[in-house]
């Protein structure tokens, strides 16, 4: 490729200010082979600069082909401590110190986990690197970047009355609900009080001390299977066992849960985390063994005192 498309850069481009993220214009700057080429190029030129106070990459894949230009996304950036550029729904995340992905991804960077991605490629100042990385690699890095902005993002957790957003939605007189408005009650009596819809009648919920005791967070029973779990601030797990009732069953086939949560980036990240969610179902299913275990242990000792008090005396 020839020089004066450098030119053409160096007119628009200004000095870069120093970053957290190590990448300047100097280590940018070169000519980058493409894993699979593109429109018949097999490789594009990079340069990375400011155009207005705007820092951008420009990538053009041939000498007279307009550059496609990539801006910078400083908060994204950040929580990835690798740098991140996007255009019209393309990112560009740095591999390594000579290489470049690009992916073009079913949702922008921060609402969800990515699950399929149109377009992935390479480009690298390394010819070897650029023939090695595979498009699963590819599709598999930028995944796990996205599932980690989300996980960054979640912010404070409060234990507060409000709204609750939830994981699945769940039908009440017939429309699909997404958030209850929830209250959550310390004076006096403890209890959780639910409106899942504007024509619902409240849920009351009513506090286990025993149960609550046993495995260390507050537990609460609307009605016999219908529970919910206080795991932590601003996340309530309801659990619907079945008529066997929690402390006389173990966790079943068809227990099921749903989650609640204030906080909507914490309902987004659980709702692409597969490990989030099995890690609270095996949270859910180890205080059912615990307090099973320990209820009947109570009931065994109580049987036995009660036993020991028939026997009759000489």
């Not at 595979?134 to 902005?149: D, G, P, Y």
Request: with cysteine.
């Amino acid at each position: 490729m020839k020089n004066r498309l450098w030119l053409f850069f160096a007119f628009l481009f200004s000095t870069v200010p120093t970053q957290a993220v190590e990448i300047t214009p100097e280590s940018v700057k070169g000519i980058y082979h493409l894993g699979i080429p593109e429109r018949g190029q097999k490789q594009v030129e990079i340069v990375y600069g400011d155009i207005k106070g705007k820092m951008v990459i420009a990538v053009a894949p041939c000498e007279r082909c307009p550059p496609a230009v990539y801006s910078y996304l400083k908060r994204e950036s950040r929580i990835l401590d690798i740098p991140v550029f996007t255009t019209n729904g393309l990112y560009l995340f740095q591999y390594d110190n000579d290489s470049f992905v690009i992916v073009q991804p079913d949702s922008a960077l921060g609402t969800k986990a990515w699950s399929k991605i149109d377009h992935a490629n390479i480009y690298s100042k390394n010819i070897a690197t650029a023939k090695s990385v595979s498009r699963r690699q590819i599709e598999s890095f930028a995944t796990n970047l996205s599932k980690k902005v989300i996980g960054q993002d979640i912010g404070k957790m409060q234990h507060a009355t409000g709204i609750y957003h939830l994981a699945m939605p769940v039908v009440h007189i017939g429309n699909a609900e997404s958030q209850y408005t929830i209250e959550l009650v310390s004076n006096g009596k403890k209890e959780v009080n639910i409106v899942p819809c504007s024509k619902c009648t409240v849920h009351r919920y009513q506090y286990l001390t025993e149960e609550s005791d046993i495995v260390g967070i507050a537990i609460y029973r609307y009605a016999s299977g219908d529970y919910l779990f206080d795991i932590e601030d601003g996340v309530l797990v309801h659990v619907f066992a079945n008529a066997g009732g929690l402390g006389k069953i173990e966790w079943g086939e068809n227990s099921q849960y749903n989650v609640f949560s204030n906080n909507p980036m914490y309902i987004r990240h659980l709702v692409a985390s597969a490990e989030k969610q099995i890690l609270i179902y095996k949270m859910i299913k180890g205080y059912f063994s615990a307090i099973k275990e320990a209820l009947d242990k109570h009931s065994k000792e109580a049987e036995q005192e009660t036993q020991e008090g028939d026997v009759p005396t000489e």
